[in-house]
Structures are given as C-alpha cells and as structure tokens.
C-alpha cells in the first residue's frame, strides 16, 4: 500500500528565508504526486504536481519541488518565505492520479 | 464562483442522527471525490466517483457510510446513525478527468455530540 511521510510536524522560519518541507512517498513504481497548501478554516489549494518529465516542477506562490527517485523523495521548496505562506502543507501522492493518500502533514510558521 | 461549493459548511447533530452532506462539483468536472479530514486520522480518502462508472467505495470506513451522484453532478454523503468518531472535516474534491488534479471544496465541518 502507498503511504506518505511528511517527518516534520511543524516548521518555523523567518521571513524571507527560504524554506524546505521534506516528503518521502512509499511506492513500487512512480506516482503522481502532489503538494497542496491549507489555510485554517479553508480547503486544499494545489501548489504543484508531478506526473513524469522533468523532475523540477514549478508551482503557484514561488513554490518548486523536485522529484527524487533515489530517495523516493518529493520536497518542497521556496527560495523567501513570506508571512502569507504560513499555512499547513501536505504532500500527496496517487497511483492513478485519482485517489489521493495524503502525509499527516506539515504546519508552517513565519515569525517577522 | 466556479470552484467547488460545499454545504452546510458546519453541521451539528446529536449520536444516532441520520446526517446528508451536499458537494456541488465544478462545472464539466467528471470526477468526484470524498475525503474526511480528522485530528486523530488526518486526511482519509472515502469515494470516488467517474463519469458513469460504478464508485470506487473502497474507503468508506462502514456501511453506514453512502454517497451519491445525481446526473453526474452534484454529490450527497449520507452518514446513518452517527457516532462520535464521526466528527470531522469531510472534503469534497472534482477534477475534470480521474487523474487530473482536484480542486477542492472548504468542506463541511460534522459535529457528533
């Protein structure tokens, strides 16, 4: 069975630092994996998604991941954080692109 | 507004209570999803539903779990006799096709007392 492991229960950086949220995926073959964002109160917002290609992708908010199949990794990054970033994030992955096994999650904090 | 609408967007009913959760999915999306969102559990996918195919229901937790689709639209979840343990966050997802990304409701936040 697929599972997701986001190791950090929360994270705080400083605005305008950058930012790394690590996420490793369990999975025999190459998912389709995502990361979302969520603000309190608010549904999931798709930062970004790989299915195959180049394994840099880019996203919404200045956002980049980069998939990893060594390390069966797909972290999040963004070069400055800014106080609006402070959010939850998930990191998702998916067989067939349709039903989405989520991490627990990571709760960003942006101290000024 | 054409993203996902879901309703009520918070509901409170007492254990043993029959509960009916609406999605409206975004127009021309063919696929939709339930996901229940939990402290204790974290996000949990519930059903899938494409096009005309049979549902995918392989994540709904009991049988007192059901849903629906009427005319390829709009989504009902029905919760039967509800527990405590059923209070969450349940999420409505559609996408256009079934390995399209989805985009998400606000969710309807189910309150068991």
């Known amino acids: 069975a697929q599972s997701v492991t986001q190791p950090d229960i929360h994270i705080t950086v400083s605005e305008g630092a950058s930012l790394e949220l690590r996420c490793n995926y369990s999975?025999?073959?190459?998912?389709?994996l995502f990361w979302y964002v969520q603000s309190p109160g608010q549904g999931l917002q798709l930062l970004l998604k790989y299915f195959s290609g180049d394994t840099l992708v880019q996203g919404i908010k200045g956002f980049e991941a980069e998939f990893k199949r060594s390390q069966s990794s797909f972290n999040l990054r963004k070069p400055s954080v800014h106080w609006s970033d402070a959010a939850e994030y998930f990191c998702?992955?998916?067989?067939?692109?349709?039903?989405?096994?989520f991490g627990a999650g990571t709760i960003l904090r942006v101290k000024s | 507004g054409a993203g996902v609408s879901q309703s009520p967007s918070n509901k409170v009913t007492e254990k043993g209570k029959d509960v009916e959760l609406r999605c409206d999915p975004i127009?021309?999306?063919?696929?939709l999803y339930w996901y229940r969102q939990s402290l204790g559990q974290g996000l949990e996918f519930l059903i899938y539903?494409?096009?005309?195919?049979?549902?995918?229901k392989s994540g709904l937790p009991s049988d007192r779990f059901s849903a629906e689709r009427t005319g390829g639209s709009v989504s009902t979840l029905t919760i039967q006799r509800t527990q405590q343990e059923d209070s969450a966050v349940y999420l409505c997802?559609?996408?256009?096709?079934?390995?399209?990304?989805?985009?998400f409701g606000d969710g309807t936040r189910l309150s068991i007392l």
């Open positions: 998702a992955v998916s067989e067939y692109g349709n039903k989405l096994v």
């Open positions: 539903f494409q096009g005309n195919s049979a549902p995918d």
């Open positions: 127009s021309g999306h063919t696929a």
């Open positions: 997802a559609s996408s256009l096709e079934g390995n399209q990304p989805q985009h």
């Open positions: 999975y025999g073959a190459t998912p389709y």
